[in-house]
């Protein structure tokens, strides 16, 4: 999740201004005669009625020289586009609900038989990157277990096999990168009073990639069951927000990804909906709730190695920009 103003949203009033005094310093120099009038390259400087004094009047009011001239021209130096660089350094409290299997057997454990079920902090960061309309992201996370527990009911993973109240170890290393491009292709502004910005709406479409990297082992019993096995695949998004009097922000993206290779396989959808609030300029903080559901496959039949399931929890990160 991300929050800041685009140079065409909440910046509109003082661009205004400065337009308008760029405008009338262009109408002092035309009748002083230091260049061409801005109201037409024929019309001959003695033609031009503004004195200065209407010239000073309208640099102090910025709306009136855009009634002179089309309100969509620009001072030359505020269509430069501003860069922003975000960091939301956080952490995620997901639960695991999945069905795993390593090679060795066609058995299939469930995270509630081995009591990998419980809410676990995990390592969650986002970087953003934005230049216009434009949001280049870069984010992740690890989930990390690392259990001894007695298992809630009978299991059988790999050469594993035990029964409920039977001491079993547990070791799962999840961790997963995504790299997108968001276009913001939508944008209103509601006014507030003294032309400030009351209410921003806006939308995003993304595309990019999703890694999975995945490594479990299970012991219990004298036996041992292992398998790691690393995905990518591209998926596609959409985000979908309201900022309100410019420091609180409320959004919602969902993200969804495949890649169908045979015995090689993976497919995913994800969803997130947070708050984040600015307490001041370049820092904030944000709070939400994320759901990652993913079916991961590799080989078949006694050969596999798959996780089928979801992590879906809180999560909380501070907001730094630059």
Known sequence: MNNYANRNGRCGSHRRMARGRWIAGMVIISS????????????????????????????LDGAKALDIIDADEEAPWVERLDWVVQFEPGVWF???????????SS?????????????EAAPYGEIHIRTGDWRVT?????????????????????AV???????????????????????QFYERDFAGEDDGIAARMFAEVMGGVRTYDVDLEVS????????????????IGARFGIELAEQLTIDIA???????????SSTSWSATAGAQWRFMDNAGVQF????????????????????????????????VRF
């Open 161 to 183: 096999s035990g029964a409920a109240g039977e001491s079993v170890d547990t070791d799962l290393d999840y961790i997963s990168l995504q790299v997108t491009a968001a276009y």
């Open 254 to 264: 969902a993200t969804a990804g495949a890649m169908p290779l045979g015995d090689h």
């Open 32 to 59: 002083l005669g230091g260049a061409p009038s801005v109201f037409g390259a024929g019309m001959e400087r003695d033609e031009l009625t503004l004195d200065l004094a209407t010239t000073a009047s309208l640099e």
């Open 288 to 319: 939400g709730f994320r759901h990652q559901f993913t079916n991961l496959e590799d080989g078949d039949g006694d050969d596999e190695f798959s996780l089928d399931g979801s992590l879906s929890g809180l999560f909380l990160s501070v907001v």
């Open 220 to 235: 219990s019993g004298g036996a041992t069951a292992r398998g790691d096995e690393f995905w990518i695949e591209p998926v």
């Open 138 to 158: 870069l984010a992740g996370f690890a989930f990390l277990v690392d259990e001894t527990r007695s298992a809630q009911e009978s299991f059988s993973i790999g």
């Open 107 to 119: 058995g299939v454990a469930r995270s509630q038989a081995l009591d990998i079920d419980e809410p």
């Open 94 to 104: 997901p639960a695991l609900e999945a069905d795993l299997k390593t090679p060795g």
